[in-house]
């Protein structure tokens, strides 16, 4: 779907919604409903654009958020969201069609940075390549070359074909070892094709360049020449092999110790990303915003979430139903508001960690990839859960170990997520079940499970049916447009659940203290 269909349609989804709403007079059913709402966003990196469309949905609906709890990607779109807005209804026009824009290089990931690392290389193989080759003339070993064009064409080819086939080439060796020791294994048979194809290749143009430089009779004349040289460099080779198994470990290690000089605590910079995000996202309007938004980021040091805010945790604490001691110790704020964005957003592997006051900050999905609890701490009463992953489903195939290393993190962070929803489900199963007993609203129900006190927090989830494809890295894919449009459409279904519920609702009012214990509840005033 292009652009531009995705934003017809979607302009046509929100008068729909719109006019709907306005029917069924929901500011009305807002201004009357007593609790406290709260969003809780997710990471899920390009999929992002999903939420872009959730929020669009808010905005339209005209839905007080009282309180933004987000992590990774989410951070961004929460930040543009209220930062573009003076109001508890935050504003997603500018976010939507920051999304729609979008491009890699805009947000960080460029590739050029790799193709200059390979160009070094290329440029240093070439000046030791001519200094050996000027130490050798010197010693009198000259090389003469009948066709220079096939030599060095064969030899461009040969590495060209190492480059990009040596993880295939070992295979063919592992085959050959297990046969030869009569070990019982089956090889993958795709793995042993292309491990063939990828040794005939190199071999092939190896054996071109040698030919063409009659490597024997350069050979020969080298043995003539330095007599003393060539034994010594026989027995050299020769103790070499000898002792392959000896100084396999202390090479690896050198050439470990060589390859990580370039290498650097993420592929991409923050550089661009944080000049994108500047240029998007006020840090004063940010902070002059009544809405509550709480950015998680992983210290990486403590190896904990840290949650900064975008006011003073004193102000924070000061809200209705806030826990004081949550605040005090787990949230901070900090004068680069923006800053604390893009520490939230930094993806391993994908981006480099960011130092904020003296710490080392990386993607918060590490550790609270849907901030539930933070929510729930600073006094929700209703959670609008929004996740980019389908309850079911299976993703892309992973091709390479950025892949892999990125999927790898998708599935910690939803470990995590289900270990929270997990325990919201159950608190809210024996508010209901209590509730159900004593002939009351499962919302006037506080729950005592002896060390804390648990209260019913109304969740709704939205989420795609199915997955919304690509990967977290598809920033500006064809993935983008349909991404927007199905969060404008799943929000919609479950803003306007939460229309029939809201009149019900019993929020605001004192509740009932109910101990819990494993064989059932006893009720008792609170």
């Known amino acids: 779907m292009s652009a531009t269909d995705a934003k017809t349609q979607l302009q046509q989804k929100r008068a729909a919604f719109r006019a709907r709403l306005e029917e069924a007079r929901a500011e009305g059913v807002w201004g009357e409903f007593r609790g406290r709402i709260a969003a809780v966003l997710s990471g899920g990196g390009a999929r992002g654009a999903y939420e872009a469309g959730v929020l669009l949905a808010f905005q339209d609906a005209k839905l007080p958020t009282h309180i933004i709890t987000a992590t990774s990607v989410g951070s961004i779109n929460a930040a543009s969201y209220a930062a573009h807005s003076d109001s508890l209804v935050g504003n997603a026009e500018h976010l939507t069609e920051s999304w729609f824009d979008l491009t890699p290089p805009a947000v960080g990931i460029e590739w050029t940075r790799y193709a200059w690392m390979l160009a070094g290389l290329i440029a240093a193989s070439a000046g030791f390549g001519n200094l050996i080759s000027h130490l050798l003339d010197i010693r009198g070993f000259r090389l003469s ?45 795709r793995k042993a094709a292309q491990s063939v194809l990828a040794n005939l290749v190199v071999w092939g143009f190896l054996l071109v360049m040698l030919r063409s430089l009659e490597a024997h009779a350069l050979l020969a004349d080298f043995v003539r020449v330095q007599p003393g040289a060539a034994a010594g460099l026989a027995l050299a080779l020769a103790a070499l092999v000898g002792l392959r198994a000896v100084l396999r470990a202390p090479v690896s290690t050198l050439l470990h110790r060589l390859i990580r000089l370039p290498l650097r605590t993420g592929l991409f910079a923050n550089f661009e990303r944080g000049r994108y995000l500047r240029q998007r996202i006020s840090n004063q309007r940010l902070r002059a915003s009544p809405i509550r938004v709480v950015f998680t980021a992983t210290d990486l040091e403590a190896g904990t979430a840290r949650f900064f805010s975008n006011v003073p945790p ?113 608190v809210n199963a024996a508010c209901e079940r209590a509730a159900a007993s004593l002939g009351l609203r499962p919302e006037e129900i506080e729950m005592d499970m002896g060390t804390r006190r648990y209260r019913y927090v109304k969740a709704f989830t939205i989420r795609p049916p199915a997955s919304l494809g690509g990967t977290v890295l598809d920033f500006g894919g064809e993935t983008t447009g349909p991404a927007i449009l199905q969060g404008y459409r799943d929000a919609c279904a479950q803003i306007e659940n939460f229309l029939a519920y809201a009149p019900q609702a019993r929020f605001g009012r004192a509740r009932r203290l109910v101990s819990f214990s494993l064989g059932g509840g006893s009720s008792r005033s609170g």
């Open 145 to 189: 070359l009948d066709d220079p064009v096939l030599t060095w064409v064969s030899l461009g080819l040969t590495g060209v074909a190492v480059l990009l086939l040596y993880d295939r080439l070992p295979y063919l060796g592992y085959i050959v070892r297990n046969f030869f020791r009569g070990t019982s294994w089956k090889p993958d048979r």
């Open 314 to 426: 004193q102000v924070l604490a000061a809200d209705p139903g806030v826990d004081a001691r949550f605040v005090a110790e787990e949230v901070v704020t900090t004068d680069d508001l923006v800053r604390a964005v893009i520490a939230s957003t930094a993806l391993p592997i994908a981006y480099e960690p960011l130092t904020v006051e003296g710490r080392a900050y990386a993607d918060g999905g590490i550790v609270a990839n849907q901030p539930i609890r933070p929510a729930i701490r600073l006094g929700a009463d209703v959670l609008f859960l929004v996740m980019m992953d389908p309850p079911e489903g299976r993703r892309g195939e992973a091709r390479t170990f950025v892949d892999v290393g990125l999927r790898a993190l998708d599935i910690l962070m939803l470990q995590n997520l289900l270990t929270d929803l997990k325990i919201l489900t159950n």
